[in-house]
């Protein structure tokens, strides 16, 4: 990949994590890659914002990419640390070695996090205050503190004259990131859909837990005239930068009010048992027009599951009773929900059980500070009847009116 100009002295420098195996985060699946970019303005002054992870063979590209512009690594003067997450300052510590005396821009909370991570010593950092202005050459850089976003000692740079805002984490996505197509006005219509799908699952994976400081750093924004967005995965926004700020603001929402009205299914079954009830579900909810995403477990990815189940009003599980609890690969999906505090949600919840079952009980108790609303449960010994399959239709139309209304009282709003 080459070295890309932003705007005047404005440039960015990216790596794509192409390997199709390679968990983000250590644990999120990224079949269609990610991007990892970071931003150089030149000048009298040259100034680096975020770095880039110390994997592969990284640093060097970055390092050649950076050279395309006629600099060295030696001659940066100011690093912009945004965010001390080792994806973005995994190559810290190796470039502090080559380059001794560039000075290191971050918040307070950082500063600790530099040593730690990246053995560089306090006294090469400044630790900002927030509002504060750095000004270098043309450059007029603000920083301000946007804890949360994605760790406490999270912040942002925005470049006054230009209004450009370099966002690190936030308004981020998953997907490789194409050499020739890395402004929003260089995608057509379906890789902006690609984009939008890629960054929901992000957002669900990486920063949904945080959702109220992503509320608090969106209304902090509002004072801020925001013409390119820059951020450290994913696209830049110049032409639009609306669209990721809407899209971002939408999956943040969903953490306080009903989301879409959609359904992610979960289902488990050792027997089969459990899954003869499963094609009953999704047809009840069709009939409803009511948009079904189907997720086995084990089986189908945790990250594409949380990414639909943040997105869906409405959750349904499916699972047996094992040892008197629910079938433990579900109870940990559950769990990874709670983490990421997936709530309001309408839920319902069926399965097969021996002869006294438990996963109900268990389910319950998991799910108590969840904030979901569970909506009716239905449990049958061995394989379903007639009759059970009757009474879970009925209580699924029921279902269905309760979440078609709650999702229809939110869009009145
Ligand atoms: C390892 C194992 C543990 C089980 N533990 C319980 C239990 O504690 N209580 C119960 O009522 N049934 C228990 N069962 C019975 C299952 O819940 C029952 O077979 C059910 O029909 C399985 O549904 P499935 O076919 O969807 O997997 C257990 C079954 C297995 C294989
Ligand atoms: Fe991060
Ligand atoms: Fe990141």
Sequence with gaps: MNIQKVIDDVYRFSVNIEDKDYLFEGLWPIPNGISINGYLIKGDKNVIIDLTQDIFNFPREITHQIE???ITIEKIDI??????????????????????????YCSKKAVPLLQAFSSVPPERAVA????????VGDYELQFFDTPNIHWPETMMTYERKRKILFSCDAFGSYGRVDENAIFDDQIDGEKHQFFEQESLRYYANIVATFSSFVLKGLEKLKGFDVEVICPSHGIIWRENPAEIIDHYKRYAEYSKGPAELEVAVVWSSMYGNTKQVLNLVIET???RDIPVHVFQVPGDEIGYILGSAWKSAGLIFGMPTYEYKMFPPMAHTIEELMVKKVTNKKVFRFGSFGWAGGAQKDFEARTMRSGWDILGHYEWQGTPKESDKAT?????????????????QASKK
């Excluded at 690093?79 to 290191?104: Q, T, Y």
């Excluded at 239709?393 to 209304?405: G, N, P």
């Design 79 to 104: 690093i912009i640390m945004n965010h001390m997450e080792p994806d973005h300052s995994g190559w810290l510590r190796e470039f502090c070695k080559k380059n001794s005396k560039a000075v290191i």
């Design 392 to 408: 879970i239709q009925r209580l699924l139309e029921a279902y269905c009116d309760t979440l078609i209304a709650f999702t229809r």
């Design 68 to 70: 395309e512009s006629q």
């Design 128 to 135: 900002i205050s927030d509002g504060m202005v750095l000004t």
């Design 285 to 287: 909810l069709c009939k």
